[in-house]
């Protein structure tokens, strides 16, 4: 039986997803401030760039400028992300990174032909040649990720037994180079999760492979991503990628695609009130929160940075 | 054991809790265009106003005028909300409103002292007087309430036992005057509820009265709104209260205690997506979402109204 674990890890992505889709320009030195705060909240794990084209995404332009200005701080781990080999290589050339590898698939053809002009099979074969480099240059291989795991966009529903299939690909390109994975993580890449869905796909791939560990990577689309949590929760997932105020979309501009991942900080406070351990100061990441609405320059949709936390208004009864 | 119930009942809000509380002056007309769109949607039931004093709600002074202009439709029901026996006569004197009593206790004396002077003993003996009120009346009632079920910004979390003791008192009052409640609603009036505390609650409250039916009326202050009602779904409550686009609060102006209700329209897909009936045509009320957005001028925080239904994706590769 799975239970609801006592501790979570947040893989804080506020960053990367945010800047990345901004369409202000925003100052290099107000990235680096935001990541220079979020470093002090107890967040252990910080996705900070992506190292994309900068002709496709402008906003990642400075992805070496803003790792190169960072403070980094004792314990934190910080990542950026890479779609390809020469995204990966940009990364490397940082030497201020901590490199990690991911075997990635996709779960959807026509997504990949339309993101990558790759099909699922060439994308696998893909992530051979990645891990012979990553394994090359003895770059520890942690992950493995299946993108539109729960749907997509363009080819509707996926079927449970396919993401079956695919971590079960993944997992053997894992076992082919001698790579133990840390865990598997599941994206929910364009919305399309509900609750049910995530219980019945964690549950069957938790059959499937009893040994793996599990993430989940929720965007907020259709405003289910803390109840997909919530429901990942109780499946025992204990890995969550997450943005800060929910940064990485803006809901107000008419852009479905671009909502956000779950909101760092709400799904902090419900781990809280619900007794389980998140290692994070969630005052501090409230502040982080106004912060990234100021630098964005407009409302994010976190609703506890407005809502205010409930330990401190238990605390403001004792005291009064 | 309890499971997700196959269809759900909405008492839809959205008109009563957003027009109390919008800053701006709202037309007469704009109102009754909004709560006649929503009576098209497959909406069985809509609180469409408040009778409270209104020197302190300005934007609920016209209700006799909503009501006077709406277009009953049949086989919808129309209903006010009163807190006192001078409201409970404003709404009886319009004629037009389906007359449903309530017996309403308080989970929190402090609330109840800021709020209508009263603590919680004297708040049910003013439901009692209430009830025989309603009694000569024939009016029906149909509904017990317990407000601040969860928590209370002024004192704190609620016991479970306390809500257990006040249900019995409703149930009580109820019983004494030959009444038989349909159901009783438990109110996170200030958002203090997580999932975990709602399938606590309801799961000592249906232990403890298995033979009643319950409620849930959520404010989504910290983000939980859409996962509170999904564990309530869990725990086989199939009645929620709840606002179209989140109206209710505006989370954009630093007005914590004004956050609204879940969503209504968030709310459906959800529960289409899990297979759980509504009633409701979800495009329908989408558009009506969009037009309560135009009629109080600034975004509301629904996200299905920007993100769109995953039917309708479904259906244009159908047709594709």
Not at 75 to 97: I, K, M
Not at 239 to 255: K, T, V
Not at 262 to 288: A, F, K, R
Request: include cysteine.
């Amino acid at each position: 039986m799975t239970q609801i674990p006592a501790r979570i890890f947040i893989l804080e992505e506020g960053p990367r997803e945010g800047f990345q889709i901004e369409k202000g320009p925003i100052p290099t030195a107000r990235k680096v401030e935001l990541i220079d705060a979020l470093s002090q909240t107890g967040l252990q794990q910080l996705q900070i760039v992506s190292f994309v084209d900068p002709r496709r995404v402008p906003g990642m332009a400075d992805a070496e400028d803003v790792v190169a200005g960072i403070t980094p701080r004792e314990g934190v781990v910080y990542t950026g992300l890479w779609l390809n080999e020469r995204g990966f290589e940009r990364a490397l050339a940082t030497r201020r990174l901590d490199m990690r590898g991911t075997i990635v698939a996709g779960a959807s053809d026509l997504f990949l032909k339309r993101n990558q002009n790759r099909s699922i099979d060439e994308q696998l074969e893909a992530q051979r040649a990645l891990v012979r480099r990553y394994k090359s240059l003895n770059v520890p291989i942690r992950r493995g990720g299946v993108m539109a795991a729960f749907g997509c966009n363009y080819e509707g529903d996926v079927p449970i037994a396919r993401v079956v299939k695919l971590v079960g690909e993944i997992l053997a390109i894992a076992h082919e180079n001698d790579v133990s994975l840390d865990y598997v993580s599941l994206a929910d890449t364009m919305g399309w999760a509900s609750p049910l869905a995530i219980k019945r796909m964690t549950g069957a791939l938790q059959d499937a492979y009893p040994n793996v560990e599990w993430a989940l990577h929720l965007h907020d689309t259709r405003g289910l991503g803390i109840a997909n949590a919530y429901a990942g929760l109780e499946m025992g997932v204990s890995r969550y990628d997450a943005a800060l105020a929910g940064l990485g979309g803006c809901p107000f501009a008419g852009n479905a695609g671009a909502a956000g991942n779950v909101c760092t900080e709400d799904l902090v406070l419900m781990c809280h009130e619900m007794g389980i351990e998140t290692g994070v100061d969630l005052e501090q990441l409230i502040e982080c929160a106004k912060l990234a609405e100021d630098i964005v320059g407009h409302p994010l949709p976190g609703a506890v940075k407005i809502g205010g936390t409930l330990q401190r208004l238990r605390a403001s009864m004792k005291s009064a």
